[in-house]
C-alpha cells in the first residue's frame, strides 16, 4: 500500500509568518515530489515540484526533499490571507499514477 | 493556453441512472488521468490514457465504470448504473509526458440520489 500522509489541520499562522506544511511517504522507489494547492470547489493547482534531495526554491515557495527520511516540505514565506487553502501532496512512484495525502488545510489571518 | 476544462461541474442523478463525465485535456497533452475523491478520502487514481490507449486502469471501482478517448483528444468516463458509493468528485488530469507534471481540471462533483 502506498501510503503520503499529512496533518490534515488546520494550520493557521499570522499573515507574514512562515508556513510549514509536512509530508512523508512510504514508498522508498517514489521519485517526484509534487505540491498542489486547492482551493474549495476548485482544480488542484501545481505550485511546486521536486524530485531531487534538498531544497527548491520558487518566489515565496520552498520545496523540501529528504528521501532518506521520506519526508518533503513546502515552507511558504510571508503568507498571505490569498494563500489560505488546502494542500496536497502527491507522490509518483515510479508508475503513472498520483499517490495524494490527504491534504492540509492552511489558513492565514490577518 | 487552456487548462483542462470538465463537463458538467455538478451532476445530480438517482441510484440506477447512467451519467457521463467529459474532461478535454490541454492542447497537445497525450497523457489524460482520471482521478476520483470521495468524502473524507484522499483523491484516489482510476486510470491513466496515452493518447486513445488506456495504459493503466487499475483503479476503476468495478465494470460500471467504462473510459473511452476515441480519437485521442477529449475522454468520457460514464458510469452505468450509478450507485450510492459513486457520489464524489471527479478530476481529470493531463500531462505532456508521463513523467511531467500533471495538471488538473476544476472536476465534475457527481451525487448519486
Known amino acids: 500500500q502506498k501510503e503520503v500522509e499529512q496533518n490534515s489541520g488546520p494550520l493557521s499562522v499570522p499573515e507574514g509568518a512562515i508556513a510549514s506544511l509536512n509530508c512523508t511517504y512510504s514508498d522508498r522507489g517514489s521519485q517526484s515530489f509534487f505540491w498542489y494547492r486547492q482551493y474549495s470547489g476548485k482544480s488542484p493547482e501545481l505550485i511546486m515540484s521536486i524530485y531531487s534531495n534538498g531544497d527548491k526554491e520558487d518566489g515565496r515557495f520552498t520545496a523540501q526533499l529528504n528521501k532518506a527520511s521520506q519526508y518533503v516540505s513546502l515552507l511558504i514565506r510571508d503568507s498571505q490571507p490569498s494563500d489560505s487553502a488546502t494542500y496536497l501532496c502527491a507522490v509518483l512512484a515510479g508508475g503513472y499514477a498520483l499517490n495524494f495525502g490527504k491534504g492540509t488545510s492552511l489558513l492565514v489571518t490577518p | 493556453e487552456a487548462g483542462v476544462t470538465q463537463f458538467p461541474s455538478h451532476s445530480v442523478i438517482e441510484k440506477g441512472q447512467t451519467v457521463t463525465l467529459r474532461c478535454d485535456p490541454i492542447?497537445?497533452?497525450?497523457?489524460l488521468y482520471w482521478y476520483r475523491r470521495v468524502m473524507g478520502k484522499e483523491i484516489k487514481f482510476l486510470l491513466h490514457f496515452v493518447k486513445e490507449s488506456k495504459q493503466d486502469e487499475s483503479g476503476m471501482p468495478n465494470n460500471r465504470f467504462l473510459a473511452e478517448r476515441t480519437g485521442g483528444t477529449y475522454s468520457t468516463l460514464k458510469v452505468q448504473p450509478a450507485e450510492l458509493e459513486d457520489s464524489g468528485v471527479y478530476f481529470c488530469?493531463?500531462?505532456?509526458?508521463?513523467?511531467?507534471?500533471?495538471?488538473f481540471g476544476d472536476g465534475t462533483r457527481l451525487s448519486i440520489l
Open positions: 492542447s497537445g497533452h497525450d497523457n
Open positions: 488530469a493531463s500531462s505532456s509526458r508521463h513523467d511531467q507534471p500533471q495538471h
